[in-house]
C-alpha cells in the first residue's frame, strides 16, 4: 500500500527566514507528485507539480519554489518567508489509472 | 475568474435525513473528485468520476460534464458525516490545475 509521509506537522516562522516543507511517498514508483496551499478562509490551490525526478512545472507564483530530487521526494521551499505564505500547505500523488488525488496529513505554517 | 461554484457553503441536517451538493462548471470539465475534510485539515477522497455516477454506502455522486455540474449526494446522515466537503475539477490532462470548489460545511444535527 502506498503511504505519503509529510513533514513538519506544523511551523511557525519569522518574516524573512527560511523554510523547507518535505513530502515522501512510498510504495509507488514515479508517482505524479504535487503541491497545494490553502490560506485560512481560502480555497486551495495548486503551487507546483512534478511527473519525474528533476522536473517541476509552477501553477501559481507565490515566490515559492519546488523540487523533486528523488523519486519518492517533493521539497517545497523559499529563502525567504512572507506574510502571505501562511496557511495549509498539503502534498498529493495522483494514484491509479483514475487520476485521483491523494493527499498527505498537511503541513500548517504560520508566519509572524 | 473561478471555475468551480459549489453549493451550499453550508447545510445543516437532521439525522437520518438526506441532501445533496452541487458544484456548477463554468466550462467544460474532464473530470471531477469529491474529497472530505478530515480532523488534522487534510482531504480525503471519496469519489472520481469521468462521467456517470457512484455509489459508496451512504454516499452517491454524479458528474455531467456537458451540462457542467456534479452532486454529491448523502442519505440517512449520521453525526460522523459532519464536516467540510469539497469537490475538485479538471479541464485537460490532470497533471494540470485541479479547481476547487470553496467548500460546503455539513453539520448533522442529533
Known amino acids: 500500500a502506498q503511504t505519503i509521509h509529510q513533514w513538519p506537522v506544523a511551523e511557525i516562522k519569522a518574516v524573512g527566514s527560511p523554510l523547507s516543507l518535505g513530502c515522501t511517498i512510498k510504495g509507488k514508483s514515479s508517482p505524479n507528485l504535487y503541491w497545494y496551499w490553502q490560506a485560512t478562509g481560502g480555497t486551495l490551490q495548486q503551487l507546483f507539480y512534478s511527473i519525474t525526478v528533476g522536473q517541476v512545472e509552477s501553477v501559481v507564483q507565490l515566490n515559492l519554489s519546488a523540487s523533486r530530487p528523488k523519486d519518492d521526494q517533493f521539497i517545497l521551499s523559499t529563502e525567504k518567508l512572507l506574510l502571505s505564505h501562511s496557511g495549509f500547505y498539503l502534498c498529493?500523488?495522483?494514484?491509479?489509472?483514475?487520476?485521483?488525488?491523494?493527499f498527505g496529513s498537511g503541513t500548517r505554517l504560520t508566519v509572524l | 475568474g473561478d471555475q468551480v461554484e459549489q453549493s451550499p457553503s453550508a447545510l445543516s441536517l437532521h439525522e437520518g435525513t438526506g441532501s445533496a451538493l452541487r458544484c456548477n462548471f463554468t466550462t467544460t470539465m474532464r473530470a471531477v473528485q469529491w474529497f472530505r475534510k478530515n480532523s488534522r485539515g487534510s482531504l480525503i477522497n471519496l469519489f472520481y468520476?469521468?462521467?456517470g455516477t457512484k455509489e459508496n454506502g451512504r454516499l452517491k455522486s454524479a458528474f455531467d460534464s456537458k451540462e457542467r455540474y456534479s452532486t454529491l449526494h448523502i442519505r440517512d446522515a449520521q453525526l460522523e458525516d459532519s464536516g467540510t466537503y469539497f469537490c475538485a475539477a479538471n479541464r485537460g490532462s490532470a497533471l494540470g490545475r485541479l479547481h476547487f470548489g470553496a467548500g460546503t460545511q455539513l453539520i448533522v444535527i442529533p
Open positions: 468520476l469521468a462521467s
Open positions: 498529493a500523488w495522483m494514484g491509479g489509472d483514475a487520476e485521483t488525488l491523494y
